[in-house]
């Protein structure tokens, strides 16, 4: 009786480490498919990041070139740039990623103020001239896109605008610069 006892508990036994190897491949399967969603998900936040970055540093550029083209040649008027990351011109069936920044008119938001910082200010200024301290305000727009088709059809990733005082001296404030605050509607493109 005790060998026929002894014959039955192993024929019961002989299934059972094939259902614990097979519920450890699952434990197995889900921890792997876990773990496969939480490293694409991370990916997808640097990437994000990575874009929000792109954008925002996109905008601060069209601010700097504005600010140049204000130094150098007088012009305060809006501008448009167009960056792509290649850096080379569109050619057609390309997908290309780029930005492109609006940058508003630099408008004086203060009138402008004796400049603190020089002395060819003092006694007539440098050549009969005055030169002043002007604050001016200004807007960037930056739009992250996507490209195809040599650059018509654009798709908008991202979008970020960024506003900027920027204080000038010396600055020779001319009447021309001034010009700029007859516009309502360009005005309303600065935003604080």
Known sequence: MRAGSHRRTI????????????MVLIVLTIFGLALSMITQTE?????NERTVNRVFY??????????AKAL?????QAQTYDYTDSGLQLASGELQLGSQVQVSAMYPIAPPSPCNLCEINQAGGYGGKDFYKVIHGVTATATR???????????????????????????????DSMK???DP???QQVKF
Do not use: C, W
């Open 43 to 47: 990916m997808q936040v640097g990437s």
């Open 58 to 67: 996109a905008a601060d550029a069209g601010i700097e070139a504005a600010i």
């Open 72 to 76: 150098v040649t007088q012009d305060f």
């Open 180 to 182: 700029i605050l007859d």
């Open 185 to 187: 509607d360009a005005l």
């Open 11 to 22: 024929h019961r036994e002989e299934g059972s480490a094939y259902i614990a190897v097979l």
């Open 145 to 175: 896109f996507g490209t195809l088709n040599a650059g018509v059809d654009r798709t908008p990733l991202a979008q970020k605008t960024v506003s900027a005082m920027i204080e000038m001296q010396p600055f020779e404030a001319s009447m």
